[in-house]
């Protein structure tokens, strides 16, 4: 059961009057994510902040204070998909891990889930080995806890940020060896998730066939993982020297990129770094 799910659950109007969050707010965050399913990263960021400003406008004491986290918690999860590079970022997921720790709220249940993007702000902060270090205490964490079957997805998700940790610290062959123990028990988003940290690993190890072959095996890419698939095939490509493929799947990584994501987003600059470096054939 999802966070959201839960928080459905419990919220009737008896629940509501206790101080739940209003079933009018969860819709408008199903609304922001709608949007970041579509890419629409900076409408969906703006959606949640609006309901953040409208509940701490409100005179005297907030009846609701899981609402503005969990309104906070999307606007942040939509800042980091959409990759800009603000410190404004890292610092707000990281005040509400310390709300969260500090309450048996409702949110309590997203402390995990904020820990981990946490940890993927700190892969593209270029911070990998305290990004690693997160994810290995969040694993830790799913670990200690009784009911493991509705963790599956974030335990898959913590793999997947462990193996990229990995690969900014040239770790490839323990990310390749997380990614293929991770892939017989994954959904597809998931898979695709596994599938590119695989290439990636592979390709970091010099065995560019091999990721190319993985490559194809993978599925479409969302819109917040734009130009990913196609950075790593370009990469392998140039690495055994086809100029000509590499510049054409580089550019298809950058037109997708430039379509959903921050003009400061990392994965831009990599594709970039990338496009100056191959000969033209």
């Known amino acids: 059961m999802t966070y959201l799910e839960r928080v459905r659950k419990a919220t009737s109007w008896v629940g509501w009057a206790g101080g739940a969050p209003a079933p009018w707010h969860l819709a408008a965050l199903d609304e922001a994510y709608a949007l970041m399913d579509e890419g629409r990263f900076e409408d969906a960021e703006a959606r949640a902040r609006v309901l953040v400003a409208a509940r701490r406008s409100r005179r005297g004491r907030d009846r609701r204070p899981g609402t ?20 404004s970022v890292l610092t707000e997921f990281e005040a509400l891990i310390a709300e969260a ?29 305290e990004a690693e270090a997160e994810a290995r205490d969040v694993l830790s964490a799913l670990a200690r806890r009784a009911h493991r079957a509705g ?25 390749e060896a997380i990614a293929r123990a991770a892939l017989p028990r994954a959904d597809d988003d998931a898979v695709r998730a596994l599938r590119i940290l695989l290439v990636r ?31 790593h095939r370009a990469t392998a490509l140039h690495a055994l020297g086809r100029s000509g493929e590499a510049q054409a799947e580089a550019g298809r990584a950058l037109a997708a990129c430039e379509r959903y994501l921050h003009p400061t987003h990392p994965r831009i600059a990599a594709v970039r770094t990338l496009l100056s470096r191959i000969t033209p054939p």
């Open 201 to 231: 690993s592979l390709s970091g190890q010099g065995r560019h066939e091999e990721a190319l072959a993985e490559s194809g095996e993978a599925l479409p890419e969302p819109p917040h993982a734009a130009g990913k698939l196609e950075l």
């Open 68 to 87: 503005v986290w969990y309104a906070t918690y999307v606007a942040a999860l939509a800042a980091r998909a959409h990759g800009r590079q603000e410190p």
């Open 101 to 129: 720790e500090q309450t048996y709220d409702l949110h309590r249940a997203l402390l995990l889930p904020a820990r981990l993007n946490r940890a993927f702000v700190l892969i593209d902060a270029e911070r990998p080995a």
């Open 151 to 175: 963790d599956q997805q974030l335990e898959l998700n913590a793999l997947i940020c462990l193996g990229h940790a990995l690969c900014a610290q040239d770790c490839y062959e323990e990310s």
